[in-house]
């Protein structure tokens, strides 16, 4: 079996449940994110739902943050569990960028080569998964996994990461392909979105390891 008593104080478990909280909002910014990549009409009004679901991140942070600084958990992992708030709560502010740059090149800049939308809506679909086994790997933190078992879906994040990363590429070598026919502006910009996706990635592989360090400390 891959349970067992649960080491979190009562202050640390809240924490977790916070975060879990976090990414399911996270979840909810990339659901809109990718129906704003991948259609022409509504865009203000899923821009306007990430939006708020950055700001209640915010306050989740917050409130998180304060319990920390209160002295609700060992001061064995203070310093992990910030980084695990600070980081968790930059994602949906990267989902944000995203969302508001992804408008900006569909209606500023008009640009709707499909060509180039398509490796980033996969790019995209790509992080939404890596942020689910996130999500999935604070639930099974709270209700008590051990940490092999929680190692593993670590583990699963950074097969995916490093998947992303091969995407990533891909999706830079048909940019810079597709160069000649793209204005400085929007080749920019569109460098920057595919570079910011990675980012997403690699943001969530660095929590999933603060995570384990946070598990193995506590069961140490």
């Known amino acids: 079996m891959w349970r067992k008593i649960n080491f979190f104080r009562s202050g640390e478990t809240e924490i977790i449940e916070l975060l879990e909280k976090h990414t399911k909002i996270s979840l909810h910014s990339m659901d809109n994110l990718i129906r704003i990549v991948?259609?022409?009409?509504?865009?203000?009004?899923?821009?306007?739902?990430?939006?708020?679901?950055?700001?209640?991140?915010?306050?989740?942070?917050?409130?998180?943050?304060?319990?920390?600084?209160?002295?609700?958990?060992?001061?064995?992992i203070i310093n992990n569990l910030i980084k695990i708030i600070d980081d968790?709560?930059?994602?949906?502010?990267?989902?944000?960028?995203?969302?508001?740059?992804?408008?900006?090149?569909?209606?500023?800049?008009?640009?709707?080569?499909?060509?180039?939308?398509?490796?980033?809506?996969?790019?995209?679909?790509?992080?939404?998964?890596?942020?689910?086994?996130?999500n999935t790997m604070l639930d099974e933190i709270?209700?008590?996994?051990?940490?092999?078992?929680?190692?593993?879906?670590?583990?699963r994040i950074e097969e995916l990461e490093e998947e992303g990363d091969e995407m990533k590429s891909r999706a830079l070598d048909i940019l810079y392909e597709r160069a000649g026919e793209i204005d400085d502006k929007t080749f920019i910009l569109l460098r920057d979105f595919i570079l910011t996706i990675d980012d997403l990635e690699d943001l969530c592989e660095d929590i999933a390891n603060h995570i384990i360090l946070v598990k193995y400390i506590l069961e140490s």
């Open 38 to 76: 991948s259609s022409d009409t509504n865009l203000n009004e899923y821009l306007s739902k990430i939006e708020r679901y950055e700001k209640n991140g915010d306050k989740i942070s917050y409130k998180a943050t304060r319990k920390v600084m209160e002295g609700a958990v060992s001061i064995a």
């Open 88 to 134: 968790t709560d930059m994602l949906l502010d990267k989902i944000l960028y995203l969302a508001r740059e992804s408008i900006r090149l569909k209606t500023s800049l008009n640009y709707r080569d499909k060509v180039m939308w398509v490796p980033i809506y996969e790019n995209i679909l790509h992080s939404n998964l890596i942020i689910r086994e996130l």
């Open 142 to 155: 709270r209700i008590g996994y051990k940490a092999p078992a929680i190692l593993k879906k670590r583990d």
